[in-house]
């Protein structure tokens, strides 16, 4: 159960990443060229290797992280249009994926020595 919770966690984080980039860069960006907001792509970098690596402590912080990611997709699909507000109905659910595996994960993993 731990290992499909850290896969569930891990697919989730990178495949968030990869929307993010996609989305701010070429797919939907706020204007034509591209705009800054493919930043937001970059706090998703700092979980990602204690998340790979099955570092408890960082389920544990990552997934009260993850709720900025939330906040912003459900405030985008109610306020985007067209694709940007399918992308964002994809940020939630890749965040609440990521949400509940890292929750289940931390406590889960309590009992073993990560």
């Known amino acids: 159960m731990i290992k499909q919770l850290q896969t569930g966690a891990s697919a989730s984080l990178i495949a968030l990443i990869v929307i993010c980039i996609a989305w701010e860069g070429w797919l939907a960006p706020l204007k034509p060229q591209g705009s800054l907001l493919i930043l937001k792509a970059m706090p998703l970098l700092l979980p990602l290797f204690g998340i790979l690596k099955g570092r408890r402590y960082t389920y544990q912080w990552a997934s009260m992280f993850i709720l900025f ?5 459900v405030v985008r699909a109610w306020s985007d249009t067209g694709i940007s507000s399918r992308l964002a109905l994809i940020e939630i659910l890749l965040s609440v994926i990521f949400f509940i ?4 994960y931390a406590k889960l993993g309590r009992n073993t020595s990560q």
């Open 101 to 104: 595996c890292a929750i289940f």
């Open 69 to 73: 990611y939330f906040t912003e997709g």
